[in-house]
């Protein structure tokens, strides 16, 4: 990788390397009057967009196109968009990918990589080209809160294979990657944003998957916020011995940036935000990360000064680091070099040429059709599909979510299961808990979060009171596969995804073909 030469420290060069290495940035993404009152309250521009001002794919263009020929590096905005459950960019009208899970179901390392690639075109598309993704953490059954259908599975070696192709995918189409979270969060059952994780030691093989996505050329890795006591008592993005297993031990050597060090989980074990990004950049993080750029939630002015408030803190509580010695310059100066890197690697300039969004969301509807056909798993009941259930109609209950999962944005997609099954079939939908009419042939059950904080998941519970009625009874998981777990049901489904093109392939695979050639990359639904 390039390097950046420095000229010798002036007085306050500090500041400018702090400045640097803080994100989101200062500049204004969205100028006008809103961000002018932004800047008169807290001193400076937002440095994001959220979806109280971007409103659609065009919108961001128009937004990112603006601030690219303002700005004096190439642009370079981060978004979170993995596929699946975790999507920043999830307006009605953007295709969503599957997610990492269902790649790894399909387990085809061809496919990982047209995911990659079609996410890298819609995000070029609109502007944006630093992905804040793959998860390489190794999945679990049962699943982690924070980590579920973003896996690619439980086996090291083939999580390796796939995350690796996602990336070279990603970056071929000129977005940088960032593997998360280092060095794994396998084995770590508490969600790192509401509690600060504590393992004994790593997961067998969560290094693997890092080492691969390294090889592949990895722009970033995003360290975690948990601690691993085999490695040190530290949080692992402030540990010294963590970042040098990063660099000498898997051979690193591009930016390694800081989980968000906003939320309260994250810097409360470390003594408050400020002292978590000087202990984090000390130990060898090259990027302090306060949000994305491209915000998935919505932000009033309230929160929004706040935000650029906090930013100024950490950036004035890296310098003064600096001036106390507590954080050489020298450190300083490699992160800095480092950032500059990513920006001219992977920046966009005011003269460069970006992909049409209609055609880049296009090829990627037609990567979720191929990737989602090949992903449907059928753990149980597979000798039964397609249903054979001429001229009567099927009951599809949809059991509501239970709001357990956490780093979600598909919570709120349509729910276009009833129509995919109606292509097929007449549909009777059926409240939850609601007897089922006479009429109806089979039964689906079905759900995306629909997870209790102990024993079987809601829909398991509902699949089955209707089988012990003595019903055909399917259950299909459109988030988490262990939401299959001690289900009754005669069928058991996952889709791993609730975006249309997975409600398509599995009524496709109940109704009309029957074919499920996923397979479970987690465990075994019991």
């Known amino acids: ?147 579920g259908t973003r896996s690619f599975g439980a086996d090291p070696v083939r999580v390796a294979v796939l995350a690796a192709a996602w990336v070279r995918g990603l970056q071929h189409g000129g977005v940088a990657a960032t593997a998360k979270h280092f060095p794994g969060l396998g084995g770590v059952a508490a969600d790192p944003h509401h509690s600060a994780p504590v393992v004994n030691r790593l997961a067998a093989g969560a290094l693997l998957p890092f080492r691969s ?63 978590a990004a000087v202990a984090a950049v000390a130990a060898g993080v090259d990027l302090v990360m306060l949000d994305s750029e491209v915000s998935r939630g919505n932000h009033g002015p309230t929160d929004r000064a706040r935000a650029v408030r906090q930013r100024r803190q950490v950036v004035d509580a890296l310098a003064a680091a600096v001036d106390t010695g507590r954080l050489p310059l020298a450190r300083m100066q490699e992160a800095a070099a480092r950032v500059l890197n990513l920006h001219r690697r992977f920046g966009i300039g005011p003269d460069a040429a970006l992909p049409d969004w209609a055609s880049a ?63 097929h079939r007449a549909v009777l939908p059926v409240a939850c808990g609601q007897p089922v009419p006479a009429q109806a042939g089979a039964v689906v059950v079905y759900g995306y979060d629909t997870r209790r904080p102990a024993g079987p998941s809601a829909a398991a519970i509902e699949a089955s009171r209707l089988a012990a009625a003595s019903r055909t009874v399917v259950q299909v998981a459109f988030g988490d596969p262990d939401e299959l777990a001690a289900s009754a049901a005669q069928v058991l489904l996952a889709a791993y995804s609730p975006h249309p093109a997975s409600a398509r392939a599995v009524a496709a695979t109940l109704l009309h073909h029957g074919q499920a050639p996923g397979r479970l990359p987690v465990g075994e639904a019991r």
Request: glycine residues 10%; hydrophobic residues 45%.
């Open 1 to 147: 990788m390039p390097t950046t030469t420095f000229r010798p420290p002036l007085p306050r060069e500090a500041d400018r390397l702090a400045d640097l290495i803080v994100r989101p940035g200062r500049h204004p993404l969205t100028p006008g009057p809103a961000e002018d009152r932004l800047s008169e309250a807290a001193g400076a521009a937002s440095g994001r967009i959220g979806k109280d001002t971007v409103t659609s794919p065009a919108v961001l263009r128009a937004a990112m196109d603006a601030a690219r020929r303002l700005l004096p590096e190439p642009l370079l905005a981060s978004v979170n968009q993995e596929g699946g459950r975790l999507n920043a960019l999830d307006w009605p009208s953007v295709a969503q990918l599957p997610g990492a899970m269902a790649l790894g179901a399909a387990d085809r390392e061809e496919l990982a990589e047209l995911a990659g690639a079609a996410i890298a075109a819609q995000l070029r598309a609109a502007g944006l080209t630093w992905n804040l993704g793959p998860v390489v953490d190794l999945g679990a059954w049962p699943s982690a809160g924070a980590v």
């Open 213 to 275: 996505v390294v090889r592949a050329g990895a722009a970033c890795v995003m360290i975690g916020s948990h601690t691993v006591r085999e490695l040190d008592d530290l949080p692992a993005l402030a540990s010294p011995r963590v970042l040098a297993l990063l660099r000498e031990d898997v051979g690193f050597t591009g930016v390694a940036c800081t989980e968000n060090l906003s939320i309260p989980a994250v810097h409360g074990p470390l003594g408050g935000l400020e002292q």
């Open 361 to 423: 969301n296009r090829c990627a509807a037609q990567a979720a059709e191929r990737i989602s056909g090949a992903s449907v798993t059928v753990p149980r009941g597979g000798h039964l599909l397609p249903l054979a259930v001429p001229g009567q109609a099927i009951a599809a209950v949809r059991v509501p979510d239970t709001g357990e999962r956490r780093a979600d944005s598909a919570r709120y997609a349509e729910d276009v299961f009833p129509a995919a099954l109606a292509a």
